[in-house]
Every structure is written in C-alpha cells, then in structure tokens.
C-alpha cells in the first residue's frame, strides 16, 4: 500500500481542496510528502513489487530514539532497523569488519558510510515489511549522501528527538545494558559527534521540509503523544490516496 505515497504529487492539484480540511499534523505531513517526488528506488532496493516507506529517526545519544521506534513498530507495524544494533551484531559475529567498528563506537566516532549502508541494505532487501524505521542513521552528510547514492531513495520523513544533553547523558549512563559506550568519557565523544556531523544532517532535512522536531523530555507514553499523530496522518493521507487510485 505504501507504493501509492509515490503518487501523491499527482494527486496534489486534484484534492487540494479536501486536504486543506485535514489538522495541521496531516497537512505537515502532506506537505512533506510532496514537496518532491520521495522515493527513486533506482538501484539497490527496487527489487519489491512495492516501494519503500522510509522514515530516518534521528536524536543524540539517548535521546529516546530506540524506544519510540519500538513503540512505532507496535502501533504502526514498521520494521525497525537500528543501525548501532547492526553494527553491534557486525562485532558480535566477528565479521571482517567486526574489530574495525568496535574500535569505531568505543571511540564515539562514525563507522564508514559504505559498512553501514551496505548492513541497512541487506536488511531492507530482506524483509517483507516496506515501512522502514532507520534509527540513528544517517550520522553525517557522508552517511546521507552514500544512501542517496547506494540505494537511490530518499527518507519520505524524519523525525528528530530533541533532548537536553544533561538528560542524554543522565539516561545513558543508567542504562546499563553493557554497552561499551555508555560511559562519560565515550558519552562526552559522542555528543560532540552528534553536534560536529549530525546536525548538519538534520538541518538539511529541516530545509527540505521533511524534518519532524519531537521534544524528547517528559515520559515515554508522552513523548509517543507527539509521534503518534505523524503516522496517523501518513495513514490517513495513505487510505485516502488509495481511495483515490481505486476510483481512477
Ligand atoms: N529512556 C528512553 N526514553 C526515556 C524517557 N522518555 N524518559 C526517561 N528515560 C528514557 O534510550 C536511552 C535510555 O533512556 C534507555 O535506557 C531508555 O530506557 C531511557 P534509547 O531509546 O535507547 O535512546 P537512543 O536514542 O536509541 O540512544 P542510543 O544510545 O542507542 O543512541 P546512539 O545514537 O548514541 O546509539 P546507536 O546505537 O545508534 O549508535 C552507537 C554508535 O554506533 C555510535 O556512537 C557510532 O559510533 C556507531 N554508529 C555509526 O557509526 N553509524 C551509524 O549509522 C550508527 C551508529
Ligand atoms: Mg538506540
């Protein structure tokens, strides 16, 4: 169903009308939807009859972007790809690049954009699903672009969850799940990563119109009050294109 997103530029001149009566969330995300064609699927995932559904989840280190995703999955029915846990199954499994990347997150820094594209790829080739989370990717305008280029998709939307660095680090470090970044000295690097390359990211994807700004303070369950919406709307906008495409 998630094909018909592709077909919402055409729709745009015929139903204007009927969106402009829909809340503002819906027509943000409309807006966003359409704003340029979303997808290309030119090379690496267009081998499914449908085309993907693309969300980036982006947000600093402990920001809450795990958790929503999995709260994202059960109500919406996602697949949740989180690229620090593909890279952690990479060390894991002792792949060839296994050491390389241990080193890599130790240090707070960015794996190479190809490594991590490539695992996202796999992933997305591999599942049934066509509505993808893609959690804490892309890190740097490196990693954007590498997608852009290996995939030839772009994100239909983006979410960033915005949250105070104190309360980052105060929720990483009582994690304790034996992460060998959760500590200060790994924490101190990675937030300085997030505000040298990821931002970059997310400004560009505000420019473009496509970025969802969530304020991550408060509980989850409120927090998940902001998010719910988004993908409601993107539902609604979904059914109704299908609607549409039926009555053609
Ligand atoms: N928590 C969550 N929500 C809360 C709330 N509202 N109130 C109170 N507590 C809350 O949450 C973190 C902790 O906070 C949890 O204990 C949770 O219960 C609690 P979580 O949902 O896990 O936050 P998240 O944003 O996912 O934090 P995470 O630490 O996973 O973010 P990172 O982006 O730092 O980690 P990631 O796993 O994505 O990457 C790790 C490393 O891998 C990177 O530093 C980098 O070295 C490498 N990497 C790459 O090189 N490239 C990539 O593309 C991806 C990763
Ligand atoms: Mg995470």
């Given at each position: 169903m998630w094909r018909l997103v592709t077909s919402l530029t055409a729709l745009v001149s015929s139903s204007k009308s009927s969106i402009l009566n829909q809340p503002a969330s819906t027509l943000k995300i409309w807006k966003s939807l359409t704003?340029?064609?979303?997808?290309?699927?030119?090379?690496?995932?267009?081998?499914?009859?449908c085309t993907p559904f693309i969300t980036f989840v982006l947000g600093g280190p402990g920001s809450g972007k795990g958790t929503q995703c999995a709260k994202i999955v059960e109500t919406f029915g996602f697949k949740h790809l989180s690229a620090g846990d593909l890279l952690r199954r990479e060390i894991a499994c002792n792949s060839k690049y296994g050491s390389t990347i241990l080193n890599t997150i130790k240090e707070g820094r960015i794996v190479p954009s190809e490594v991590t594209v490539k695992l996202i790829q796999r992933e997305m080739e591999s599942s049934d699903n066509h509505k993808f989370l893609i959690d804490g990717?892309?890190?740097?305008e490196e990693n954007r672009i590498a997608f852009e280029r290996i995939m030839g998709a772009e994100p239909n939307i983006v979410l960033f969850f915005d949250c105070p660095e104190e309360e980052m680090v105060k929720r990483v470090l009582s994690r304790?799940?034996?992460?060998?970044?959760?500590?200060l000295d790994t924490m101190k690097k990675r937030l300085k990563v997030f505000e040298a390359w990821n931002l970059p990211v997310i400004n560009y994807y505000a420019e473009k119109g496509k970025l969802h700004k969530i304020s991550?303070?408060?509980?989850e369950d409120e927090i998940f009050e902001q998010v719910r919406p988004l993908f409601a709307a993107c539902e609604q906008i979904n059914s109704k294109t299908l609607l549409f495409l039926e009555g053609q």
């Open positions: 704003t340029e064609t979303p997808i290309l699927a030119r090379h690496g995932i267009s081998t499914h009859d990717f892309p890190r740097s304790n799940q034996g992460r060998v970044d959760d500590n991550a303070l408060g509980t």
